[in-house]
């Protein structure tokens, strides 16, 4: 083969490999900005993880979560290890959220195995959320998450509600797009080895 022919492969070669670095993603790239929580008001639309950063890649199995309730009270998952923990993303301007708080709230009040903790999702303040609250109490306790950070040992958010079972042994077990009634999760508890709807927690505790 002419040396020309030869020196124009190897340069084709270089040129190929060169491309292929300049065109591959960034191992920290985010796939998917920061959820609009006003574009899924219905909360019918489709939910998708967001691609987090690797630097001590978040642990969805075991998810982690430290927040301050409205109460002004600490609120840690790790903590509540022995109970089933209903996570519930929502916010005042969301339809459906508002449709299944009531049943939530009983849920966790007639169930001593299982407690909820309600995440708004929203841009708003405190004294906003009280008030509105005072409106339509809920047992639990609720608190304020950043749309634009929101927990990353969860699902970004992608239409609301959003609802994740937590296991007693920390395993999120499983997620609910839109709304959810309290037979839906005490069957789904039951379907995780827990006890079935309508049944206390003998064994848990």
Same mark, same amino acid.
């Given at each position: ?62 998810? $982690?979560?430290?927040? @301050?309730?409205? %109460?002004?009270? &600490?609120?840690? /998952? =790790? *903590? #509540?290890?022995?109970?089933?923990? !209903? ?32 995440? $708004?999702?929203?841009? @708003?303040?405190? %004294?906003?959320? &009280?008030?509105? /609250? =005072? *409106? #339509?109490?809920?047992?639990?306790? !609720? ?63």
């Amino acid at each position: 083969m002419p040396m020309r022919h030869v020196l124009a492969a190897c340069l084709a070669a270089m040129l190929l490999a060169a491309c292929q670095r300049e065109g591959a993603p960034a191992p920290d790239q985010d796939a998917a900005g920061p959820a609009n929580p006003a574009a899924a008001d219905d909360g019918a639309t489709a939910a998708g993880d967001r691609v987090t950063p690797d630097r001590a890649a978040p642990d969805r199995e075991f998810p $982690a979560l430290v927040v @301050t309730t409205l %109460d002004g009270e &600490r609120y840690d /998952l =790790a *903590e #509540r290890r022995g109970r089933w923990v !209903v996570v519930n993303f929502w916010a005042t301007w969301c339809a459906p959220c508002l449709k299944e708080m009531p049943e939530l709230s009983a849920l966790d009040a007639m169930r001593e195995h299982v407690e909820v903790i309600g995440l $708004a999702y929203e841009d @708003t303040d405190a %004294d906003t959320l &009280r008030a509105f /609250l =005072a *409106e #339509r109490p809920v047992v639990y306790p !609720v608190a304020i998450v950043d749309v634009y950070q929101p927990p990353e040992y969860f699902p970004t958010p992608r239409g609301l509600p959003l609802t994740v079972l937590v296991a007693p042994d920390g395993r999120a077990v499983k997620t609910f797009l839109g709304p959810v009634t309290a037979l839906e999760l005490e069957q789904a508890i039951e379907a995780a080895g827990g006890p079935a709807p309508g049944q206390a927690a003998a064994q848990e505790g």
